[in-house]
């Protein structure tokens, strides 16, 4: 992936992972926009559950302004609040895992499904301010979706005289809610690109197989990916 294509990637991902989700720890006003979120997660078409939480994502944008800088960890749970109810963490983090999914044990895997959230969120939240003035539109599907349950939404991001691609791939589950379970942007396959850095650490000299050592160092080995 290209220097330009990385950061293009960092920065849109950034921001479309706002568009997603709910944690504990969270002021008033931001327990009103996970409530809002998830809200729009219940709409009937998966069009009208991105836009709606795009709204909620923009303020969120705007407001993190104030403290994002001095007060990182408070914009990290904030972020995490909005990402939770969308984003399906596990499926993600199982999917990065690949084969080695079926070798961890359950310890193994939750553990990594933590530590896969919050590279997401800790990494690119920052980022997020630098798309308060972008314009974001959710396009109407060319043709229905052939499964009822299963749909891929596309957005538009215009920043800075460029407009960015993004693709959510989204499942509706048991609670009849729309959450995401990947997102491709300008070409590039978030959980492809993650499974492959996840199959390179497993292999690697330093970790030899050891799954352990790859939850342990896996903050590293996005930080190195986006070097």
């Known amino acids: ?6 950061m293009t990637s960092k920065r849109i991902l950034a921001g479309l992972y706002l568009l997603l989700g709910i944690s504990a720890g969270v002021s008033a006003q931001e327990l009103d926009r996970v409530t809002a979120v998830e809200a729009a997660l219940q709409a009937q078409t998966p069009e009208a559950a991105v836009e709606g939480a795009t ?4 303020d969120l944008i705007s407001a993190g302004q104030e403290y994002a800088a001095d007060e990182p960890e408070r914009f990290y749970r904030e972020v995490e609040a909005l990402i939770d109810p969308m984003l399906d963490f596990k499926r993600f983090a199982r999917n990065v895992m690949g084969p080695a999914y079926k070798k961890a044990t359950p310890e193994q895997r939750e553990r990594f499904s933590e530590v896969f959230r919050w590279s997401l969120v800790r990494t690119y939240a920052l980022a997020l301010t630098e798309f308060r003035d972008g314009e974001v539109d959710v396009l109407a599907p060319r043709r229905p979706h052939r499964d009822a349950n299963k749909a891929k939404v596309i957005q538009e991001i215009t920043y800075k005289g460029r407009t960015y691609t993004a693709i959510y791939m989204m499942q509706r589950g048991k609670t009849s809610n729309w959450r995401v379970q990947n997102i491709i942007i300008e070409g590039v396959n978030i959980g492809v690109n993650f499974r492959t850095q996840f199959s390179a ?3 690697s000299k330093e970790n030899g197989g050891d799954i352990d050592k790859v939850i342990d160092s896996w903050g590293n080995v996005i930080e190195s990916s986006d070097a």
Not at 1 to 6: G, P, Q, R
Not at 55 to 58: E, P
């Open 1 to 6: 992936m290209s220097e330009v294509l990385i």
């Open 55 to 58: 709204v909620h994502v923009l």
């Open 201 to 203: 650490a497993l292999r």
